[in-house]
């Protein structure tokens, strides 16, 4: 006959199997102190058992004991005045942190020399007037290969730094998108902390209008920019200064007619030895008959890119009138040797 089984009976290679079925509050609350065996398991020094998700909001007042946050390795956490310390968490390799630019500050520099395993950081904010004091905050954290700032509440300009230069670091993938303005100055000023950068996401604003403007980007390798009504020379410019770069992918708005009228795409190939590979997703907005022309298009497919027209009808006047449409541009352009001979188009 055989011994029926209860909760108790579970041994820890079970409970190891059940707790990777929930988060880490879910994991603390609910099996600390309920049997020996999780117990075991959850407290046992010599085989750590490592949890996931934890996220403390606004509304969390107190947390588990410390010894349980040192098995944290994946933490979120909202601006929260109970809950502002994430030195317990020492172990931690994903941190998202939510909330006012200057309590991240206070929260990063607080735990730059406990929390010494963190690899990636995604950073929530309202605005990016602190940028460059959020930049030196991550500067000590020496681990860390992937820093994200997502900034899309409040339109403001990046305010002056308070040092000339940035620390370098070892970051190897940097994200930055915000609804405000980041500029071709802005990049190249932050470019000496993402020495060591492979793959830049970035959302740019504005002209480049010091062509001599100097980025220090030794190592990228893969840039996707989204365009705020940035002309074609501006990322001509930028491109001639990256020595080791592969790939660009452009997306966004663009209200100059150089992507598309006399285009320029051989030109970034001419000046970028290096770059295989152009990826374009542009929207541009231009009247009805500027782009309606098989000399444009027959120029476009050269480069593997296709003009559409956004509008369902193909009529080029409303009332005697000339209407502004919206243009999608597209494509991937592949480097091909022609690309580096010749003129930049058959315009």
Not at 3 to 22: A, G, K, M, N, V
Not at 99 to 119: C, H, M, R, Y
Not at 167 to 192: G, N, P, V
Not at 241 to 250: C, D, E, S
Request: hydrophobic share 40%; net charge negative; proline share 3%.
């Amino acid at each position: 006959m055989e011994t029926p089984t209860t909760i108790h009976h579970l041994c820890t290679d079970i409970w190891q199997e059940i707790f990777q079925y929930f988060n880490a509050l879910e994991v603390l609350y609910s099996f600390t102190h309920l049997t020996n065996a999780a117990d075991a398991l959850l407290f046992n020094e010599h085989h750590r058992l490592y949890l996931r998700g934890l996220v403390v909001d606004r509304c969390t007042r107190r947390l588990p004991e410390n010894k349980c946050l040192s098995r944290i390795i994946s933490l979120e956490l909202h601006e929260n005045k109970y809950v502002e310390d994430i030195r317990p968490y020492s172990e931690v390799r994903s941190l998202k942190l939510i909330g006012d630019a200057q309590w991240i500050i206070n929260v990063l520099i607080k735990a730059s020399n406990t929390v010494s395993k963190l690899e990636r950081l995604v950073l929530i904010i309202p605005g990016v007037g602190l940028l460059y004091d959020l930049l030196a905050s991550t500067s000590t954290l020496l681990s860390l290969r992937r820093l994200a700032i997502h900034a899309e509440d409040v339109e403001e300009r990046v305010k002056t730094a308070t040092s000339l230069l940035l620390r370098e670091t070892e970051i190897e993938q940097f994200t930055l998108h915000s609804c405000s303005s980041i500029t071709w100055y802005d990049l190249a000023h932050m470019s000496h902390y993402f020495h060591n950068v492979r793959f830049l996401d970035i959302t740019l604003f504005d002209v480049n209008r010091n062509p001599f403007m100097s980025y220090d980007l030794p190592k990228l390798r893969s840039i996707s920019l989204t365009l705020v009504e940035v002309p074609f020379d501006s990322i001509i410019q930028f491109v001639a200064t990256t020595p080791v770069l592969v790939k660009i992918r452009l997306n966004g708005l663009a209200n100059d007619q150089g992507y598309v009228v006399n285009n320029k795409w051989r030109s970034l190939f001419q000046f970028c030895p290096s770059l295989i590979k152009v990826t374009v997703n542009l929207s541009l907005e231009q009247d009805t008959n500027s782009f309606y022309n098989d000399i444009i298009q027959a120029a476009l497919q050269e480069f593997n890119l296709e003009l559409k027209c956004l509008d369902d009808d193909n009529e080029y006047y409303c009332g005697g009138t000339c209407q502004r449409r919206w243009w999608n541009l597209s494509g991937i352009i592949i480097k091909n040797d022609k690309y580096i001979e010749g003129k930049n188009s058959i315009l």
